[in-house]
């Protein structure tokens, strides 16, 4: 009996092994379909957004599970076809991220699979002769797997995975499903970027739609550029927009509205054609991008100015007969992806849409200045045909009347009232003239100087100053001290807008009979006890050399009163 013991159990140990290898082929069948289940979900998953930032979340998040790895990126391809542009990471939170730094560009390891758009399988990432280490406080990372993501015919960017978690590394099976995963989201993609463009070229002209209701309403030409610069911002995502119009020689731009960002030494300001990105739009007439303005060595000139911004498109406004108008300038914040071909394309309907609005406004400027030119003559014949014949008879009356007053004191009176006729008279006159200033020289009185100068500080200050002026100020100031006000009035403006941060800026300009003087006041935060006088020096050897004075005051209530008077005979 104890001889069969032996045998008896023969059979039994076999039956637990097949038993045992049994178990273990259900468990790999088990995990072959939780695999496939899970590989299904993440591509619904992948495939159920439509916002394009989300899909590559998604695609991410889902390798990682999927591939059961540690850390997950996913890699997108800038236009040049050499760099990363956008960089996703699982795995890492935001404190270690900061530690790190900027992200990879697509240098070393992963520039590999840029180059060669193939799966990458490695046991030690280290060893690969690509690979150059990793930047300080990165966590170590040894099994790598790769595999590119293309869209159609083009390569999206790559999936980088690194460290599978309770194995020696990335097997057939890992690379089999990242790989289908990444056809998926080859697809998800595609169906996001149409649904993106989509939605961006209703946006687009939605906002032309706005511009143009805005402009047919009655809205100046700068309330106009205001909402321009405004709507590309908030379509293509840009901190800053700059609206640049060609200076009447053509040799430059001139900074017409500055919005967004740090607007200190850009708004008013002239800018060359020759080393900006926005005088490369103007010379060449097409859209110009930079990958990060404030480093772009094509574009030397100004290159302070857009420190810590990165990505840039210049859009010429206005490209009919090889003419431009000016240019729309929009600036991304630093690590913000680069301006595509996508975005261009309708960015560059609107500027043209944007530049015909411009066009039309000016149109209806010059027509609103022709009609009231054609009122002023028509004031202007009433007054000398009616008012002076009347007035003039009056005192011919009054005066012939006279000298039949026995009276004295009557007498005197009635000579007085002749001679404030004839003062009277000769203000008409004056006021005659000034409302024909233009047939002499369309708009070049003192008057007309003192508008123009305040229009122009509008988009400097981002706000209209408020303008009153009173007295004969065409006929009655000369000319010199005429240039000497309007210089000082354009410094004063200036001044305010750079330094006083104000949000109120009133002007005022009388001609007395004896002198002529201009009060700018503001609500900003006054002259600086330690601050530089250059400017204000200026105004004042201005006013010196006239015979005049300048004083400077802050009132009680906060900002500055500047008070310029010059006489009008020196």
Avoid at 35 to 62: D, K, M, N, P
Avoid at 295 to 320: I, K, M, Q
Avoid at 339 to 353: S, V
Avoid at 461 to 477: H, I, K, Q
Wanted: hydrophobic share 40%; aromatic share 4%.
């Amino acid at each position: 009996m104890r001889e069969e013991e032996p045998r008896s159990r023969l059979p039994q140990l076999r039956l637990d092994e097949l038993l045992a290898e049994l178990q273990a082929r259900i468990d790999v069948a088990r995990g072959t379909r939780d695999r496939v289940h899970s590989l299904l979900e993440a591509v619904l998953s992948v495939g159920r957004e439509l916002e394009l930032t989300q899909v590559l979340r998604r695609i991410v998040e889902a390798a990682a599970v999927l591939a059961d790895a540690k850390y997950a990126a996913l890699g997108v391809i800038g236009a040049d076809g050499d760099t990363l542009s956008q960089f996703l990471t699982v795995g890492l939170n935001e404190a270690e991220i900061a530690k790190i730094g900027p992200y990879p560009t697509g240098k070393g390891l992963l520039g590999e699979l840029i180059r060669h758009p193939e799966p990458l399988r490695l046991d030690d990432l280290r060893e690969h002769p690509a690979s150059t280490g990793c930047p300080a406080h990165h966590p170590e990372m040894r099994t790598f797997l790769g595999l590119p993501v293309r869209v159609r015919d083009e390569v999206f960017g790559n999936i980088y995975l690194t460290d599978k978690r309770g194995a020696a590394g990335f097997d057939d099976d890992d690379e089999s499903v990242i790989a289908t995963l990444a056809v998926a989201a080859g697809v998800a993609i595609d169906n996001a970027r149409l649904y993106e463009e989509a939605q961006r070229r209703q946006r687009w002209l939605t906002a032309t739609a706005e511009i143009n209701r805005r402009l047919l309403s009655g809205s100046s030409r700068t309330q106009v550029v205001e909402l321009i610069a405004q709507r590309a911002c908030d379509i293509s995502g840009a901190r800053q927009a700059d609206v640049l119009t060609v200076l009447p020689d053509g040799n430059g731009l001139h900074m017409e509205l500055s919005l967004g960002g740090d607007l200190t030494g850009r708004a008013g300001v002239d800018v060359p054609l020759e080393g900006t990105i926005s005088g490369a739009a103007c010379v060449q007439g097409a859209p110009v991008t930079s990958h990060v303005l404030a480093e772009d060595p094509r574009f030397p000139a100004r290159a302070d100015r857009y420190a810590g911004l990165g990505p840039a498109v210049a859009v010429p406004l206005g490209r009919a007969e090889g003419h431009t108008e000016g240019v729309l300038l929009l600036v991304r914040a630093s690590g913000e992806p680069e301006f595509t071909e996508r975005e261009i394309e309708p960015l560059l309907a609107f500027a043209d849409q944007a530049a015909l609005a411009l066009e039309l406004a000016e149109r209806r400027r010059d027509a609103e200045q022709l009609a009231v030119l054609e009122d002023r003559d028509r004031i202007a014949r009433d007054l000398h045909d009616l008012a002076i014949q009347r007035l003039f008879a009056t005192g011919m009356t009054l005066q012939s009347a006279s000298r039949f007053i026995d009276h004295p004191g009557a007498s005197d009176r009635v000579l007085r009232a002749v001679g404030d006729l004839d003062e009277t008279i000769k203000i008409i006159r004056s006021t005659i003239f000034g409302l024909r200033v233009r047939e002499a020289g369309a708009g070049q009185g003192l008057r007309a100087r003192a508008v123009h100068v305040v229009e122009e500080a509008h988009s400097a200050l981002g706000f209209a100053p408020r303008l009153s002026m009173e007295g004969l100020l065409d006929t009655d100031v000369p000319p010199a001290v005429a240039d000497h006000l309007v210089a000082v009035l354009g410094e004063a403006l200036s001044n305010a807008a750079r330094h006083a941060k104000a949000g109120r800026v009133e002007v005022a300009l009388q001609a007395t009979g004896s002198q002529v003087v201009l009060t700018v006041q503001d609500d900003g935060v006054g002259i600086p006890a330690q601050g530089r006088r250059s400017g204000l020096r200026n105004l004042e050897e201005r006013a010196h050399s006239l015979g005049g004075t300048l004083t400077v005051t802050a009132p009680p209530n906060g900002g500055t009163t500047l008070n310029w008077s010059a006489p009008l005979r020196h």
